[in-house]
């Protein structure tokens, strides 16, 4: 039984997983459960195995990326100074590395638009995931000693998620990496955080 219990739980990642990368690239109304399964070499009858719908699997995934984004802010973050840690994560965060990692990115910029056409399980797992990162980023900003931090990092998060969504956006590859470049500069001069050249 403890194989069975261990390999239904890694089954069930893998399936996150999988929705978590075909909702950034594509949606929650684009996704398929059978595509899904199919992905991970299941079949679509197994899915009811983990999940009892569509919605559940969605909220779930959004979960998923919630995760996923809170080992990348502790990856930048851990076991350096708050400012340099905060300046590591801007860094990523408005990168074009990031702007183009549409399927393993953050889930903000991803999912903003079509959240509102969601359930409330969705939106709620959406809204603790602001609510998250935006705690995250004042406890960085407050020991960098900016404040209001609170509201400092709500800005912050308002900025980033719509750079992010803007510079993936537009066609033209200069304007994108301006919007990104633009807005980096922006947020470090008002964090007062040094420019990194």
Do not use: W
């Not at 800005?155 to 993936?168: C, F, H, I, T």
Request: with cysteine; aromatic share 6%; hydrophobic share 45%.
């Amino acid at each position: 039984m403890r194989y069975d219990a261990n390999r239904k739980i890694e089954t069930r990642r893998k399936v996150l997983a999988e929705a978590a990368r075909s909702i950034r690239e594509s949606g929650p109304d684009r996704i398929s459960v059978a595509e899904v399964m199919a992905a991970v070499g299941l079949t679509h009858g197994g899915f009811y195995a983990h999940f009892a719908s569509k919605d559940e699997l969605v909220a779930a995934a959004i979960d998923e990326m919630f995760n996923d984004m809170r080992g990348r802010f502790a990856r930048s973050t851990d076991g350096y100074g708050a400012r340099e840690g905060l300046i590591r994560y801007l860094d990523f965060y408005l990168s074009a590395r990031h702007r183009d990692a549409r399927g393993t990115g953050c889930p903000l910029p991803a999912l903003s638009a079509d959240l509102a056409r969601l359930g409330p399980a969705a939106r709620a797992r959406y809204g603790a995931g602001v609510a998250s990162l935006t705690a995250r980023l004042a406890g960085q900003i407050r020991q960098i000693g900016q404040e209001p931090a609170e509201s400092f990092a709500a800005s912050v998060v308002a900025e980033l998620v719509g750079a992010l969504a803007l510079s993936r956006a537009v066609s033209d590859p200069a304007q994108s990496d301006a919007i990104l470049n633009t807005s980096l500069v922006a947020v470090k001069q008002r964090l007062g955080l040094e420019i990194a050249q």
